[in-house]
């Protein structure tokens, strides 16, 4: 005869086994935020004012909006646990001999992340975003 203290152990065992096999996995950062309709927006937020500006503006002279534009969303969802796979150019070959600076890499991520503010992302969500794009910075400047 099982004690009634083994009883408990066991059933509380049974519990979480049961509980650890039934719990759904974690939503990935990508959903949370809204996925493609809410990356499409930040970018396409950012885009606008990253074209207009008078330091980096002439970077992106001849480069068309939406093919920038998906690329990134592609490349972000890929970066937040999303289903995608981004399938442009590399960094390194896509920014080689445009000689961006430091400070001109900021300024893009600026825009970025006030997107970001302006769809109405956390400041937790948006700093988890920014934390995948920051090694991306040493395959854009000085090349
Ligand atoms: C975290 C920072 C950055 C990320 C994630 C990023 C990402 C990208 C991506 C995905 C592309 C498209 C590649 C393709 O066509 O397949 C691209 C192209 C480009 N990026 Fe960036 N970039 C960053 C920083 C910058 C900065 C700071 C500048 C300039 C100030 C810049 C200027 C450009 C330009 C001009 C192109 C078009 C190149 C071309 O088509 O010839 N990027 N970038």
């Given amino acids: 005869m099982m004690s009634s203290f083994l009883r408990t152990i066991t059933a509380t065992l049974i519990a979480f086994v049961?509980?650890?096999?039934?719990?759904?996995?974690?939503?990935?950062?990508y959903d949370e935020?809204?996925?493609?309709?809410?990356?499409?927006?930040?970018?396409?937020?950012?885009?606008?004012?990253?074209?207009?500006?008078?330091?980096?503006?002439h970077y992106f002279k001849?480069?068309?909006?939406?093919?920038?534009?998906?690329?990134?969303?592609?490349?972000?969802?890929?970066?937040?646990?999303?289903?995608?796979?981004?399938?442009?150019?590399s960094m390194i070959e896509s920014h080689k001999g445009l000689g961006i600076k430091e400070r001109e890499f900021y300024i893009l991520v600026e825009y970025v992340q006030g997107a970001m503010r302006d769809v109405g992302l956390t400041y937790q969500q948006e700093n988890r975003i920014l934390k995948q794009l920051a090694p991306i910075k040493y395959e854009t400047i000085y090349l």
């Fill in 18 to 29: 049961v509980l650890g096999c039934t719990s759904t996995p974690k939503q990935s950062l």
């Fill in 33 to 57: 935020i809204g996925g493609h309709q809410t990356l499409n927006t930040i970018y396409g937020v950012a885009i606008t004012r990253i074209y207009t500006d008078p330091v980096i503006g």
């Fill in 62 to 89: 001849g480069v068309p909006k939406k093919h920038l534009r998906d690329q990134l969303v592609l490349q972000t969802c890929e970066l937040i646990g999303g289903p995608c796979e981004y399938d442009g150019k």
